[in-house]
């Protein structure tokens, strides 16, 4: 049987990747995955799996689901607040089903 969740994903430069982890932690999440990302947007053509001496120039692409859509807006929220204006950034949240939602949702 599936349950309603919300999913944040944040693709961003994985130089901020331990501040947006902290407000993920925060929020009272139980987990997240962390994926390379790579593709071309506003900030030109960006690589995210390349290999490179610093990660200061990659991006990440981090995946969270919720179970309420509060919690799925206090994370986008504050992320936007502390690294937009400074950092190439995009949140989106969807609404997805999951199994075993019981295992790793958050309130």
């Keep these: 049987m599936t349950q309603p969740a919300t999913k944040v994903v944040i693709v961003t430069e994985e130089v901020i990747l331990k501040g947006i982890v902290k407000i993920i932690d925060q929020a009272g999440v139980h987990g997240y995955t962390v994926l390379p990302a790579r593709g071309k947007g506003s900030h030109n053509v960006r690589s995210g799996a390349e290999p490179s001496v610093s990660t200061s120039h ?33 949140v989106y949240l969807t609404p997805v089903e999951v199994l075993r939602g019981d295992k790793f949702l958050a309130d």
């Design 58 to 90: 990659t991006n990440v692409q981090i995946e969270v689901i919720v179970a309420d859509k509060t919690t799925a807006q206090r994370i986008a929220d504050e992320v936007a607040e502390k690294y937009f204006d400074n950092f190439a950034a995009i």
